[in-house]
């Protein structure tokens, strides 16, 4: 049975991980210098593996297996790029070495072990790391443009939280942004997709299966809530009198989780990761707080309900204060279901190679959920160590993430047989 080799993909993970090295984590963003450089290297590995590679308009890396003779493909972006497998390369500030990587680099792996065998298949295989996952300028970039979901209207305005504009950060890398939705692809290229990536939570492990088969993937609500109140003198003014914005805020937040826990589905989730307080000084009151929250959910309906709820909830407040609210959308994300026939595809893998596996959700956003639209998509999770991700400890056992490489290996062969 054909098996992927563990040294190569651990010495391809650590080599990958140098790049943005940040103490004991990566520090990787969209289109930053130590992404680029991370893209040569990645750009190298897929030369030498025979992969053909090329770069969209969009910054998506892409390698495939030589097209079968006589079928018309020059060098360069084939017409036709059978089943796609991937993942993204750039990270969150300060995560680990695993998130995204692994799914690229196993990709990698696998084709490199399929071009070895000299295994013939009737669909080409293509690997691809897909640009900006992580959504420092919206969400999910490179597939979304891949997919024919990026509105162009919006590009100029796209900006990362501390105001880098898309268009700078992508002429710095050599990109021209507004020629990014050129990336859009037919779906009659794809055969299928499938991503293997860490779970980045804690139930695999409590339930000791080594492999997760992905269900689907929540929708995502970004949106920026603004909270506006009156600077006024912090000694002066009497306490009664204040329009504090950040205490409005305060109030929203503490609300907005007990209404996500109480009125989801029992795995919604809410964050705000990110909070802005104007004009940041200690001896004035808060007259602008901007909070970013995030709503995540697999069921669109209530997605779309806690949303609605939420927003009318910060409005009440605001107006119970005295003070006025905002709300600016920042990025949506869809909830995706995984293709039926990928799932028994990685579970009859999974069955050959011995391992339980475990149907589940992911409560992470991926570029599958973009993939998901256009052609059948699925998903395998490995077990992540303590359930932690987005931050540099963040980890798998190297027996897991063998064990993940190889289902995927046995998925693509099935899916390209
Ligand atoms: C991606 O990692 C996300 O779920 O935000
Ligand atoms: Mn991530
Ligand atoms: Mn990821």
Redesign the pocket.
Known sequence: MATISLSRLRQDLEALARFGKTGSGVTRPAWSPAHEEARSWLLGRLRDAGLSPWVDPAGNTFGTTPSPPGSGAASGAPAYLGVLSGSHIDSVPEGGML?GALGVLAGLECLRTIRESGLRLTHPLTVVAWSD???RYGSLFGSKAFTGKLDPEELPNLRAPDGERLVDAMARAGFNALEAPLAARDPKSLAAYVELHIEQGPHLEAARIPVGVVTGIVGIRRNRVVFVGEPDHAGTTPMERRKDSFLAAAEYALKARELVVKRGSGRSVTNFGVVEVKPGVANIVPARTSLLQEIRELDAAILDRLERRCLGLARRIATRRGLGAEVLPVARNEPAQCAPRVQAVIEAACLELGLPSQRMPSG??HDAQNLATVTEAGMIFIPSRGGRSHRPDEASDWEDIERGANVLLHTLLALAA
């Open positions: 998130d996952e992580e959504g992470a956003g």
